[in-house]
């Protein structure tokens, strides 16, 4: 079965480039240096190298096909860890994608990346309680086990802050790896009180489970682009990746989402001040 499911994301992942690349009539891409496009999917993400190169493939041929574009080798990173690494290093990346937007906002504050998009919905983590848990509002959490995922995770650093900001005090947090073993934990009366994604939290409460409540909304996944990269360049890539919305909507669909918004430094900031990192 898991043999199918690869098979079914590869060719899904191969598609997607192959109806962009007609779509631009076989546009030679020009000569230069090509720009090193940085990925990270968070810790809830596919893993395989190969699923993720070729999932971003129409992405990264669409901004080559741009005036300004160059030609993009794609580096998936599946460590979040390494992905801060390499992405803080001496050599950094032209354009990096990541959907731990807290740390993507630690790259634009601290780095000096700029922001170019990003996911148009905002992302907001969810609270969700288990059968027989009485409380009525986050407020009331006390000492009620919470289930989080991994700490580097955004889910983890906007539910943080919430907490903080509703003055739960000393709350029990116990961290898992992966985001689906949280609402399975509560579910299974192993936590009071998980904390998941929005896509995990629609499926939870549509499977009659409760959502007790939401974070505030933050930035959602974000392409940024090189501190080094010019000013005019960074403008026109963003106007091309807003374009995309009605001239390559297959190739955002392959990536999980709708619409790009113009991403803007003040919002990472302000996320970062939510989170206190």
């Known amino acids: 079965m898991k ?3 690869l098979c079914s994301w590869s060719l899904g992942a191969l598609l997607a480039p192959m109806s962009w ?3 631009t009539n076989g546009a030679v891409r020009k000569p230069g240096p090509n720009w090193r496009l940085l990925i990270n999917e968070a810790v809830t993400g596919e893993t395989n190298i190969f699923v993720l190169t070729n999932r971003y493939q ?3 041929d669409y901004i ?9 080798g794609i580096e998936p990173v599946v460590d979040i860890r390494r992905f801060m690494s390499l992405a803080q290093g001496g050599s950094k990346p032209d354009l990096v994608f990541g959907k731990s937007v807290n ?3 630690k790259l634009v504050r601290d780095s000096g990346y700029q ?3 990003r996911r148009s919905d905002e992302y907001k983590a969810a609270f969700i309680v288990g059968k027989g848990v009485n409380v009525k509002s986050l407020a009331e959490v006390k000492g009620e086990k919470i289930i989080m995922p991994d700490e580097y995770a955004a889910t983890t650093a906007v539910a943080k802050a919430e907490l903080r900001r509703q003055n739960v005090t000393n709350p029990r947090i116990i961290h898992v790896r992966y985001q689906e073993a949280v609402a399975q ?10 904390v998941v994604n929005p896509s995990t939290a629609k499926k939870w409460a549509e499977q009659g489970g409760r959502v007790l409540a939401e974070t505030r909304p933050v930035a959602n996944w974000s392409l940024l682009a090189s501190p080094s990269m010019p000013a005019e360049e960074v403008n026109a890539l ?3 990746l807003i374009g995309m919305n009605k001239q390559a909507p297959t190739v955002l669909a392959s990536l999980g989402f709708k619409e790009w918004a113009r991403a803007d430094r003040k919002e990472y900031l302000e996320l970062l001040d939510y989170t206190k990192e």
């Not at 080559?64 to 993009?72: D, E, T, Y």
């Not at 934990?185 to 998980?194: C, E, H, I, R």
């Open 103 to 105: 740390q993507m906002a």
């Open 64 to 72: 080559s096909a741009q005036p300004k574009g160059r030609a993009i």
């Open 58 to 60: 129409g992405l990264a």
């Open 21 to 23: 690349a007609q779509q």
């Open 185 to 194: 934990q509560v579910q299974a009366g192993l936590a009071d009180v998980g």
């Open 3 to 5: 043999r199918r499911t």
């Open 115 to 117: 922001p170019v998009v």
């Open 238 to 240: 963003r106007d091309a």
